[in-house]
C-alpha cells in the first residue's frame, strides 16, 4: 500500500467475530489500530528504516487479513454489538433474620467482581469502577476502567479485572494496564488465572485458554451455553455451563469428565479436591475434581447466584436469588439462612469468619459469619453497620494511554523488546535472569528495541517472567 489508511472489518452474521483492523502509513511509521467495531481498540506503533520498507509491511498486515476474511469498510456504518449482562432477579428475603453486617460500601451500579485476601477487600461494578479496601471498610483505592467489571480475579499477588470491553487489566500497580486481550467475538462471561494462563468463559459456552504471553493456546466448546464458572488448577479446567460441568485437561488435550446437573451452572468455586456449581434449580453441587463425581448437595430455596467454602471445605456458602445467605456443614446440612438486607449476592468470597457479598445494587458488605455473631442475628440482634463513603479526594487511576518516559533506571529492572522470529517478544537486561525467558509485558507497549524500566519482576513458572508496579519507557 501507499501512503494513507486502509480500514478494513470482519463480521459474522452468526452473531461471532465483530471486529475492526486499521492500518495508517504515515513516513516510515506504521500504526495499527485493531478491536471490536465501535470502541477505540488497541494500537501497535512501528518505525522502520526507509519508507518503502514501512509500506511493504503495511501490506503484508493488510494481505493477512484480508486472506483471514477481512474486507474494506466504511468506519461507523455497523455499529457496536450490545454487551451480554447477567439478567438479575432479586426478590426479597424469605428470612425473618438479617445477617450481621459489620460494614457496607455502595458502589452506584450492579456489582459481580470481588476478591478479598490479607490485606485488602476488592469490588469491581458495571460502570467499571474497582475500589480497594481495608478490611475495617477504610477506602484505599480507586480504579476507572473502560468497560464494566464481569469479575476479579487473583494470581499470586497479581489481580485482575475482566472487562465487558474484550481487555483483562492488570490492577497490581499504580496504573491499570491491559495485561491480555480477548478475541473480539469472545462475550465474557467469567475468567479464571492459573499461574500466568487465563482461561475464559463466554455466553455461548466456549472455553478459551490463553497463555502469558497472551496467546491463544486452545478453546472448547463445552455441551452447554451460558458458561458462568470457570475455575482452573494445574491439573484442569473446570467449565460449568447450562449444562452442567465439564473438565478438561490443563493443556486441552482431552475432556476428563462431564458431570450434568440438573439446572443451568450459574457460579462456581474450587478448593483443592472439589469444584462447587451452583445451580439455577436452587442447589450447590459438591463434585470431586478426580472423577467428576458429585459427593454432595446444598439445598438452597432460590436459584444459586453464588458460593463460597471456608478454606477447609468445613463450611459451603450460598447466596440466592431472594436476598438471602446460607451456611451448610459439609455433608449438606443446613445451618442457617440470613437476609442480606442489601439484595442477592452475586459473588462472595468467606476469609477468617467474615463473609463479603457483592449484590445486584453495587454493595460490598462484610458479614461477621462467626458462630456468636449468626446465633446473635437468629435471635433479632446485629450490630449497627457501618456505611462506608469514599472521600471525594481519593484519586482515580484510569489505565495509560501513554507510558511515562525516564533517563534513568533507578532501582528498578530494565526489559528489552526484541524479535523473535517475527514475534515481539520481551526480554530482561543484565545479569540474574534467565536470558531465554520471556516477560509478560503489556502487548500495546511492545515496540521492537525498546526498552523499559520496570517497578518489580518476578520469576514464574512456565519459563517466563511477570512484573509488577509501574512501567516507564527508557529515553
Known amino acids: ?86 439478567a438479575v432477579v432479586s426478590a426479597p428475603s424469605t428470612s425473618r433474620a438479617t445477617a450481621p453486617v459489620l460494614w457496607r460500601f455502595r458502589t452506584a451500579s450492579s456489582a459481580f467482581g470481588i476478591h478479598i485476601d490479607g490485606d485488602r477487600c476488592w469490588v469491581g461494578n458495571q460502570n467499571g469502577d474497582v475500589y480497594s479496601l481495608g478490611h475495617d471498610g477504610q477506602v484505599l483505592s480507586r480504579f476507572q476502567l473502560p468497560d464494566g467489571v464481569k469479575c476479579l480475579v487473583a494470581d499470586d499477588f497479581w489481580i485482575y479485572a475482566g472487562c465487558d470491553d474484550g481487555s483483562v487489566y492488570d490492577l497490581s500497580g499504580k496504573i491499570p494496564h491491559a495485561a491480555y486481550r480477548i478475541d473480539e467475538d469472545v462475550d465474557i462471561y467469567w475468567l479464571d ?12 459456552g466456549r472455553l478459551v485458554v490463553i ?26 479446567v473446570y467449565h460449568g455451563h447450562s449444562a452442567g460441568v465439564t473438565a478438561y485437561a490443563a493443556d486441552g488435550g482431552r475432556e476428563l469428565w ?37 459427593v454432595a448437595e446444598y439445598r438452597c430455596d432460590a436459584s ?66 462467626s458462630e456468636q455473631a449468626v446465633t446473635a442475628a437468629q435471635g433479632g440482634v446485629v450490630p449497627t453497620a457501618l456505611d462506608v463513603k469514599a472521600s471525594a479526594a481519593l484519586p482515580v487511576a484510569t489505565p495509560a494511554t501513554a507510558v511515562a518516559t525516564t533517563t534513568s533506571a533507578g532501582s528498578g529492572t530494565i526489559v528489552e523488546c526484541v524479535d523473535d522470529h517475527g514475534r515481539v517478544r520481551v526480554r530482561v537486561v543484565g545479569g540474574g535472569f534467565q536470558t531465554g525467558w520471556n516477560v509478560q509485558f503489556p502487548r500495546d507497549m511492545r515496540v521492537v528495541g525498546a526498552r523499559y524500566v520496570v517497578e518489580e519482576i518476578h520469576e514464574a513458572s512456565g519459563g517466563f517472567y511477570r512484573v509488577r508496579g509501574e512501567i516507564k519507557r527508557l529515553l
Open 304 to 369: 444459586v447466584y453464588s458460593c463460597a467454602t471456608s478454606p477447609d471445605g468445613r463450611h459451603v456458602f450460598a447466596g440466592d436469588s431472594a436476598s438471602s445467605v446460607y451456611c451448610f456443614a459439609a455433608d449438606g446440612t443446613r445451618l442457617w439462612k440470613l437476609g442480606t438486607g442489601c439484595g442477592s449476592a452475586l459473588s462472595m468470597q468467606y476469609r477468617d469468619e467474615r463473609l463479603y457479598l457483592v449484590t445486584g445494587d453495587g454493595t460490598l458488605a462484610c458479614v461477621d459469619a
Open 258 to 294: 462431564n458431570t450434568k446437573t440438573p439446572g443451568n451452572v450459574l457460579f462456581g468455586w474450587q478448593e483443592a479436591d472439589h469444584v462447587y456449581a451452583g445451580t439455577a434449580r436452587h442447589v450447590v453441587h459438591k463434585i470431586a475434581k478426580a472423577g467428576g463425581q458429585v
Open 193 to 204: 488465572i492459573h499461574e500466568g494462563v487465563l482461561s475464559v468463559s463466554d455466553a455461548g
Open 211 to 236: 497463555d502469558h504471553e497472551e496467546e491463544h493456546q486452545w478453546s472448547r466448546n463445552s455441551p452447554g451455553t451460558g458458561a458462568w464458572m470457570v475455575r482452573a488448577d494445574a491439573t484442569a
Open 1 to 86: 500500500m501507499t501512503q494513507g489508511t486502509t480500514y478494513l472489518e470482519l463480521s459474522e452474521d452468526s452473531g461471532g467475530a465483530h471486529k475492526f483492523y486499521e492500518v495508517t502509513v504515515t513516513g516510515t511509521v506504521v500504526d495499527i489500530r485493531y478491536g471490536r467495531i465501535g470502541s477505540d481498540g488497541s494500537r501497535q506503533t512501528s518505525t522502520f528504516p526507509s519508507i518503502e520498507k514501512a509500506e511493504a509491511a503495511a501490506s503484508k498486515k493488510i494481505g493477512e487479513k484480508v486472506r483471514k476474511g477481512y474486507a474494506p469498510s466504511v468506519m461507523g456504518v455497523r455499529a457496536a454489538r450490545s454487551v451480554t449482562r447477567r
